[in-house]
Protein backbone atom coordinates (compact mmCIF):
# COMPACT_ATOMS: atom_id res chain seq x y z
CA UNK A 1 0.00 0.00 0.00
CA UNK A 2 1.32 3.75 -1.24
CA UNK A 3 1.67 6.61 1.75
CA UNK A 4 -1.25 8.30 0.17
CA UNK A 5 -3.77 5.74 0.49
CA UNK A 6 -2.39 4.66 3.94
CA UNK A 7 -3.57 8.25 5.08
CA UNK A 8 -6.46 8.66 3.84
CA UNK A 9 -7.87 5.16 5.09
CA UNK A 10 -6.57 6.60 8.26
CA UNK A 11 -8.53 9.49 8.07
CA UNK A 12 -11.53 7.57 7.21
CA UNK A 13 -10.99 5.32 10.09
CA UNK A 14 -11.12 8.19 12.31
CA UNK A 15 -13.19 10.81 10.92
CA UNK A 16 -13.71 12.72 14.53
CA UNK A 17 -10.06 13.63 14.12
CA UNK A 18 -10.64 17.05 12.51
CA UNK A 19 -7.15 17.90 10.47
CA UNK A 20 -6.81 21.41 10.10
CA UNK A 21 -3.42 21.90 8.38
CA UNK A 22 -3.32 19.20 5.38
CA UNK A 23 0.29 20.68 4.44
CA UNK A 24 1.58 20.41 7.87
CA UNK A 25 0.61 16.86 7.98
CA UNK A 26 2.01 15.83 4.55
CA UNK A 27 5.59 17.54 5.74
CA UNK A 28 5.66 15.96 9.11
CA UNK A 29 4.51 12.16 7.39
CA UNK A 30 7.70 13.09 4.79
CA UNK A 31 9.88 13.57 7.39
CA UNK A 32 9.10 10.77 9.05
CA UNK A 33 9.43 8.31 5.90
CA UNK A 34 12.52 9.48 5.07
CA UNK A 35 13.51 8.69 8.32
CA UNK A 36 12.16 5.01 8.27
CA UNK A 37 8.21 5.59 8.93
CA UNK A 38 6.81 2.09 7.82
CA UNK A 39 3.43 2.40 6.25
CA UNK A 40 1.84 -0.28 8.16
CA UNK A 41 1.89 2.74 11.08
CA UNK A 42 0.29 5.18 8.90
CA UNK A 43 -2.89 5.47 11.16
CA UNK A 44 -0.73 5.61 14.38
CA UNK A 45 1.26 8.41 13.03
CA UNK A 46 -1.74 10.42 12.01
CA UNK A 47 -2.94 10.25 15.28
CA UNK A 48 0.19 10.64 17.31
CA UNK A 49 0.91 14.05 14.87
CA UNK A 50 -3.01 14.94 15.50
CA UNK A 51 -2.47 14.50 19.48
CA UNK A 52 0.04 16.76 19.42
CA UNK A 53 -1.68 19.25 17.93
CA UNK A 54 -4.38 19.61 20.72
CA UNK A 55 -6.63 17.63 18.51
CA UNK A 56 -9.29 16.08 20.93
CA UNK A 57 -10.77 13.20 19.64
CA UNK A 58 -6.98 12.22 19.23
CA UNK A 59 -6.15 12.53 22.36
CA UNK A 60 -8.84 10.58 23.80
CA UNK A 61 -8.20 7.43 21.19
CA UNK A 62 -4.55 8.21 22.25
CA UNK A 63 -5.37 7.46 26.04
CA UNK A 64 -7.88 4.43 25.50
CA UNK A 65 -5.04 2.49 23.11
CA UNK A 66 -2.06 3.33 25.42
CA UNK A 67 -3.45 3.02 28.70
CA UNK A 68 -2.98 -0.86 29.23
CA UNK A 69 1.09 -0.12 28.28
CA UNK A 70 1.41 2.91 30.50
CA UNK A 71 -0.02 0.64 33.70
CA UNK A 72 2.08 -2.21 32.70
CA UNK A 73 5.10 0.17 32.78
CA UNK A 74 4.54 1.52 35.57
CA UNK A 75 3.64 -2.02 37.53
CA UNK A 76 7.37 -2.94 36.76
CA UNK A 77 8.38 -0.54 39.47
CA UNK A 78 5.66 -0.08 41.93
CA UNK A 79 1.93 -2.06 41.60
CA UNK A 80 0.19 0.76 43.47
CA UNK A 81 -2.38 2.57 41.97
CA UNK A 82 -1.34 6.01 43.15
CA UNK A 83 2.23 5.41 42.01
CA UNK A 84 0.20 4.15 38.00
CA UNK A 85 -2.18 7.17 37.93
CA UNK A 86 1.35 9.61 38.75
CA UNK A 87 3.43 7.98 35.98
CA UNK A 88 0.26 8.62 33.56
CA UNK A 89 0.04 12.39 34.46
CA UNK A 90 3.77 12.59 34.35
CA UNK A 91 3.33 10.93 30.85
CA UNK A 92 1.06 13.11 29.81
CA UNK A 93 3.31 16.83 30.37
CA UNK A 94 6.07 15.09 29.00
CA UNK A 95 4.48 14.09 25.48
CA UNK A 96 1.88 16.82 25.60
CA UNK A 97 3.71 20.03 26.67
CA UNK A 98 4.59 22.09 24.36
CA UNK A 99 8.35 23.27 24.04
CA UNK A 100 8.71 25.54 21.34
CA UNK A 101 5.59 24.88 19.53
CA UNK A 102 6.71 21.03 19.50
CA UNK A 103 5.25 18.56 21.48
CA UNK A 104 7.02 15.42 22.40
CA UNK A 105 4.95 12.77 20.95
CA UNK A 106 5.39 14.27 17.60
CA UNK A 107 9.26 12.42 18.22
CA UNK A 108 6.87 9.45 17.52
CA UNK A 109 8.51 8.35 13.77
CA UNK A 110 6.33 5.06 12.91
CA UNK A 111 8.92 3.05 12.60
CA UNK A 112 7.07 0.76 15.07
CA UNK A 113 3.86 0.06 17.33
CA UNK A 114 3.02 3.20 18.54
CA UNK A 115 1.63 1.21 22.19
CA UNK A 116 5.35 -0.06 22.36
CA UNK A 117 6.48 3.59 22.00
CA UNK A 118 4.34 4.96 24.34
CA UNK A 119 5.36 1.87 27.16
CA UNK A 120 8.75 2.78 26.56
CA UNK A 121 8.38 6.29 27.17
CA UNK A 122 6.57 5.44 30.17
CA UNK A 123 8.97 3.02 31.56
CA UNK A 124 11.64 6.05 31.48
CA UNK A 125 8.89 8.31 33.38
CA UNK A 126 8.38 5.85 36.15
CA UNK A 127 12.45 5.24 36.44
CA UNK A 128 12.61 9.12 36.64
CA UNK A 129 9.68 9.67 39.44
CA UNK A 130 11.12 6.13 41.60
CA UNK A 131 14.59 7.92 41.47
CA UNK A 132 13.42 11.07 42.57
CA UNK A 133 11.42 9.58 45.46
CA UNK A 134 12.88 11.66 48.78
CA UNK A 135 11.47 11.64 52.12
CA UNK A 136 11.11 15.68 53.27
CA UNK A 137 14.31 16.27 55.27
CA UNK A 138 14.62 18.67 57.88
CA UNK A 139 16.71 21.53 55.91
CA UNK A 140 13.02 22.07 53.95
CA UNK A 141 11.55 22.22 57.11
CA UNK A 142 13.51 24.84 57.88
CA UNK A 143 13.22 27.10 54.74
CA UNK A 144 9.37 26.88 55.51
CA UNK A 145 9.89 28.79 58.91
CA UNK A 146 12.83 30.92 57.60
CA UNK A 147 11.01 32.17 54.59
CA UNK A 148 8.19 33.09 56.86
CA UNK A 149 8.26 37.15 56.73
CA UNK A 150 5.63 38.28 59.58
CA UNK A 151 7.01 37.63 63.23
CA UNK A 152 4.06 36.40 64.54
CA UNK A 153 3.64 33.23 61.87
CA UNK A 154 7.38 32.50 61.77
CA UNK A 155 7.46 32.18 65.87
CA UNK A 156 4.16 29.98 65.38
CA UNK A 157 5.74 27.49 62.78
CA UNK A 158 9.40 27.32 64.66
CA UNK A 159 7.33 26.30 67.80
CA UNK A 160 4.60 24.16 66.19
CA UNK A 161 6.87 22.95 63.30
CA UNK A 162 6.80 19.66 63.58
CA UNK A 163 2.76 19.93 63.48
CA UNK A 164 2.82 22.52 61.23
CA UNK A 165 4.12 19.56 58.93
CA UNK A 166 2.66 16.98 60.03
CA UNK A 167 -0.70 18.24 58.97
CA UNK A 168 0.57 19.54 55.85
CA UNK A 169 1.84 16.09 54.90
CA UNK A 170 -1.53 14.34 56.07
CA UNK A 171 -3.50 16.56 54.22
CA UNK A 172 -1.96 15.91 51.04
CA UNK A 173 -1.75 12.45 51.33
CA UNK A 174 -5.50 12.75 52.16
CA UNK A 175 -6.21 14.67 49.21
CA UNK A 176 -7.84 12.51 46.25
CA UNK A 177 -4.99 11.41 43.94
CA UNK A 178 -6.08 13.50 40.79
CA UNK A 179 -6.09 16.70 43.04
CA UNK A 180 -2.81 15.71 44.70
CA UNK A 181 -1.37 15.66 40.73
CA UNK A 182 -2.43 18.63 39.37
CA UNK A 183 -1.14 20.56 42.70
CA UNK A 184 2.02 19.19 41.75
CA UNK A 185 1.95 20.22 38.09
CA UNK A 186 1.20 23.64 38.95
CA UNK A 187 3.68 24.04 41.85
CA UNK A 188 5.91 21.66 41.40
CA UNK A 189 6.31 21.27 37.59
CA UNK A 190 5.31 24.91 37.28
CA UNK A 191 3.18 24.30 34.25
CA UNK A 192 1.01 27.75 33.34
CA UNK A 193 -2.79 27.22 33.58
CA UNK A 194 -3.07 27.12 29.79
CA UNK A 195 -0.73 23.72 29.81
CA UNK A 196 -2.90 22.01 32.67
CA UNK A 197 -6.21 23.30 30.72
CA UNK A 198 -5.02 21.69 27.31
CA UNK A 199 -3.28 18.41 29.09
CA UNK A 200 -7.26 17.84 30.49
CA UNK A 201 -9.12 19.47 28.10
CA UNK A 202 -10.66 21.90 29.89
CA UNK A 203 -10.93 25.82 29.90
CA UNK A 204 -7.81 27.14 31.30
CA UNK A 205 -10.68 29.02 33.75
CA UNK A 206 -12.34 25.49 34.88
CA UNK A 207 -7.85 24.34 35.29
CA UNK A 208 -7.84 27.25 37.57
CA UNK A 209 -10.55 26.64 39.41
CA UNK A 210 -9.53 23.10 40.16
CA UNK A 211 -5.76 24.29 41.42
CA UNK A 212 -7.62 26.45 43.82
CA UNK A 213 -9.99 24.11 45.55
CA UNK A 214 -7.72 21.65 45.77
CA UNK A 215 -4.87 24.40 47.70
CA UNK A 216 -8.34 25.68 49.63
CA UNK A 217 -8.93 21.48 50.66
CA UNK A 218 -5.67 21.03 51.75
CA UNK A 219 -5.53 24.03 54.18
CA UNK A 220 -8.61 23.65 55.37
CA UNK A 221 -7.52 20.14 56.64
CA UNK A 222 -4.40 21.16 57.79
CA UNK A 223 -6.20 23.91 59.95
CA UNK A 224 -8.83 21.33 61.15
CA UNK A 225 -5.66 18.77 62.13
CA UNK A 226 -3.54 21.28 64.04
CA UNK A 227 -6.69 22.57 65.71
CA UNK A 228 -6.96 19.00 66.81
CA UNK A 229 -3.55 18.36 67.47
CA UNK A 230 -2.78 21.64 69.61
CA UNK A 231 -6.15 21.78 71.50
CA UNK A 232 -6.04 25.51 70.79
CA UNK A 233 -8.69 28.35 72.45
CA UNK A 234 -11.20 29.54 69.88
CA UNK A 235 -9.13 32.58 70.37
CA UNK A 236 -5.61 31.28 68.71
CA UNK A 237 -8.29 30.00 65.39
CA UNK A 238 -7.12 32.94 63.22
CA UNK A 239 -4.01 32.39 64.11
CA UNK A 240 -3.58 28.85 62.95
CA UNK A 241 -5.97 29.84 59.85
CA UNK A 242 -3.06 32.57 58.63
CA UNK A 243 -0.39 30.55 59.49
CA UNK A 244 -1.49 27.60 57.20
CA UNK A 245 -2.32 30.31 54.86
CA UNK A 246 0.80 31.63 54.73
CA UNK A 247 3.00 30.72 51.57
CA UNK A 248 0.85 27.63 51.05
CA UNK A 249 1.55 27.63 47.60
CA UNK A 250 5.04 27.32 48.81
CA UNK A 251 4.84 24.65 51.48
CA UNK A 252 2.96 22.33 49.50
CA UNK A 253 5.27 22.54 46.86
CA UNK A 254 8.59 21.90 48.70
CA UNK A 255 6.80 19.06 50.82
CA UNK A 256 5.36 17.39 47.31
CA UNK A 257 8.84 17.77 46.29
CA UNK A 258 10.38 16.32 49.13
Known amino acids: MEWPEALRRARDAHPDVRVVDDDALAAHVEACRRRGARVEHAAELFVAWAAGRGDGAALRHLERISAPDIAAAARRLDRAPAFQDEVHQALRVLLFTADRGRTRIHDYGGRGPLRGWIGVAALRVALNLRRGAQPVRDDLLAELVSDEADPELRHLKTVYRAEFRAALEEALVALPERQRVLLRLAYVDGLKLVRLARLYQVHETTAARWVSAAA ?16 MSASSLDSVARMVLSNLDVSIARILRG
Do not use: F, M, P
Open 216 to 231: AQVADDARQRLTSRLR
